[in-house]
């Protein structure tokens, strides 16, 4: 029997009793779909799963996409990026210090990711937790005339990380090589997205990739963004997720912003990210 606990009062989902290494069946997929609409992000300790066990999962909440950085792809799907700080023989195993600032996933492609999901492998011994921020709730807490201003505004959006862009730096957004860098384009999302599935409206995407708004000069589309991120991750929205091994999290991309956290390089952290867009070929 499947028990769905409340993380905190406004979203966060911890699923007990659920075996992931099987396939579930459509009842129990059901109540794990709901739950994971309801709360915008769902934990599932201590699985232990395949690559390809952990892809099927994937492929029944949406259609998986690769990632850009294909250097890091998993050498038995390409679907499962590697996200690592271990070192082997000198190489890096995966993508070290990826998304370590708030943003969420594929805003800079045309059709933006609905859920990724991880998988934890090795943890470290401190720290390594990923942070997420209720878009949702923030939205809805906005006054009224800021939500009729905002409501219809679209944003540019482009791979980064606004706020650091010093490619030196542990906080910019993962490096990509130059052919990587030509596959990406500047693209363009409303700054208040209804959910496809449940109607929500919540805030997208206020932190990350987003660098200004049509219609507006630089200098106050940028104001406009960094005001609303501002609200948007205050701590009543926050909620920080430990790993144990096997965890697996999965959270909505079109509600929630994340980050990951920065570890120490030497305290060895490996998970297993899938990126799913909506599945069915729907619009978003
Ligand atoms: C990510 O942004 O997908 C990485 C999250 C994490 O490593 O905690």
Not at 110 to 138: C, N, W
Not at 141 to 167: F, S, W
Request: net charge negative; aromatic share 8%; charged share 25%.
């Amino acid at each position: 029997m499947t028990a769905f606990v409340p993380l905190s009062p406004s979203f966060g989902t911890l699923a007990q009793g659920l075996d992931l290494s099987a396939p579930l069946s459509d009842e129990a997929f059901a109540g794990l779909e709901a739950a994971f609409y309801r709360g915008g992000l769902l934990v599932v300790r201590g699985q232990r799963l395949t690559p390809a066990r952990f892809h099927a999962l994937a492929c029944r909440i949406g259609r998986p996409e690769p990632h850009v950085i294909d250097q890091f792809h998993h050498p038995e799907l390409a679907d499962i990026l590697v996200l690592s700080n271990v070192r082997r023989d000198g190489r890096p195993i995966g993508l070290a210090d990826g998304g370590t600032y708030f943003h969420t996933d594929y805003s800079y492609l045309e059709q933006p990711a609905r859920a990724t999901m991880l998988h934890s492998i090795t943890v470290p011994s401190k720290g390594g937790e990923t942070l997420f921020a209720d878009q949702r709730a923030a939205y809805d807490d906005l006054p009224e005339a800021t939500k009729r201003r905002i409501d219809g505004l679209v944003v540019r959006h482009h791979y980064g990380n606004r706020d650091d862009l010093d490619t030196r730096s542990r906080t910019v957004a993962s490096l990509l090589t130059d052919a990587q860098e030509q596959r990406l384009r500047w693209v363009r999302h409303p700054l208040v997205m209804a959910h496809p599935v449940t109607g929500r409206k919540a805030l997208y995407a206020v932190s990350g990739s987003s660098f200004g708004i049509d219609g507006m000069p630089d200098d106050e589309g940028l104001a406009l963004l960094d005001e609303l991120k501002a609200h948007a991750l205050q701590p009543k929205y926050r909620l920080a997720v430990a790993y144990g091994v096997g965890d697996v999290v999965i959270w909505d991309n079109l509600s929630m912003l994340h980050s990951a956290t920065l570890t120490d390089p030497d305290d060895p952290r490996t998970l297993w990210r899938i990126t799913v867009k909506p599945p069915g070929g729907l619009p978003r």
